[in-house]
């Protein structure tokens, strides 16, 4: 049986809705100098690097760039991130992905950074699903949907063609 993909959001309204919570990051981080943006990979940290660049374009805001590892199957594993603790520690941290689904790799991710003191620390998706199993819940969102348990929300990053579909 063929499964059919309704698109949720083409190309267009990617490009808006990154352009929208980047100037909510901004806004939420006016008075700092530098933001640590990180993104959950893979495409956690693909959307973070595309707010990196809108960031740049639109405030005076520094962004760094953390990219988070950790198996999304089982997230009780060791999460890593490309920048040591020290690097991030004191700092305003924004936790990316791409979509929320349940929860348990947000949560997961946030539960890594609460080992070191942070200035600030908020959550960022493109698409936020409506059915998780833990208390996380977005700060910056692009879109909200209230799906079965049984849909699944995919979002492809690519040059000039970025996608989310309902599968």
Do not use: W
């Amino acid at each position: 049986m063929k499964v059919k993909l309704e698109k949720i959001l083409d190309h267009t309204a990617i490009q808006h809705k990154t352009k929208r919570i980047a100037f909510q990051i901004y806004e939420s981080n006016a008075n700092e100098e530098e933001i640590i943006l990180a993104g959950i990979a893979d495409n956690g940290y693909k959307f973070a690097e595309r707010l990196a660049k809108v960031l740049s374009e639109i405030s005076p805001l520094q962004t760094k760039l953390c990219k988070v590892s950790m198996n999304k199957k089982k997230p009780l594993g060791t999460v890593e991130t490309s920048m040591s603790p020290e690097e991030y520690k004191d700092k305003s941290v924004i936790l990316i992905d791409d979509v929320l689904n349940s929860g348990t790799t947000l949560i997961y991710g946030v539960k890594h950074f609460l080992d070191v003191p942070l200035k600030r620390f908020k959550t960022a998706v493109l698409v936020n699903r409506n059915h998780k199993k833990y208390p996380v819940k977005a700060d910056f969102k692009g879109i909200s949907l209230s799906t079965s348990l049984n849909e699944s929300v995919k979002v492809t990053f690519r040059k000039g063609n970025d996608t989310a579909v309902l599968e």
